[in-house]
């Protein structure tokens, strides 16, 4: 199954790119109101997402659309505008941690991705059963936060599709 992330931002390209940036929530909202969800979080989402009938999907592109032309109205006139803010978002937390040197984040980051770890190894070795709902949710949580500390010292890879296609349309080096 295709991520649940790169599916809302192929149908809803506007929502998709917000949702990664300092307009999440706004993003969030759309889209549960859309789906006529309850819970406004990305966990319902995802879930919604996964079983989504075809009446839904254009109920979230017409989000979509409707979110452009608010995004628009408070003077984002396009895509790479959010994307920028996103980014800007990203690199000042990065030069906030450069600057005062603090140690939480780099410890929090450690304690999620090697809990993460060894949540995984448990599993696949038979230490740990994996046999319950609420197991399962800590696993699927522990795991968006170990993806999220892997995002944030290594980069995203929520441009990789804009990236291909501006190389597809680029002329070859040296011929």
Do not use: C
């Not at 696993?139 to 944030?152: C, H, R």
Request: net charge negative; no cysteine.
């Amino acid at each position: 199954m295709m991520d649940w992330k790169n599916l809302l931002g192929t149908v809803a390209p506007w929502i998709g790119t917000a949702m990664g940036g300092p307009l999440g929530g706004m993003a969030v909202s759309a889209v549960a109101d859309a789906l006529g969800l309850s819970d406004k979080t990305e966990e319902a989402i995802k879930t919604a997402l996964s079983g989504a009938t075809p009446e839904q999907m254009l109920a979230v592109k017409k989000a979509d659309q409707d979110f452009a032309i608010r995004m628009q109205e408070l003077g984002f006139a396009n895509l790479q505008k959010l994307e920028e803010i996103a980014a800007d978002d990203r690199d000042s937390a990065r030069k906030r941690e450069a600057a005062v040197q603090d140690y939480t984040p780099r410890v929090l980051a450690y304690t999620i991705v090697f809990g993460f770890i060894a949540m995984a190894f448990g599993i696949l070795f038979g230490q740990l059963h994996a046999d319950t709902v609420l197991t399962g949710t800590v696993i699927g949580y522990l795991s968006a936060k170990a993806e999220q500390v892997a995002a944030y010292y290594f980069g995203s890879t929520a441009n990789s599709s804009r990236k291909t296609e501006l190389l597809a349309q680029s002329a070859p080096v040296g011929k």
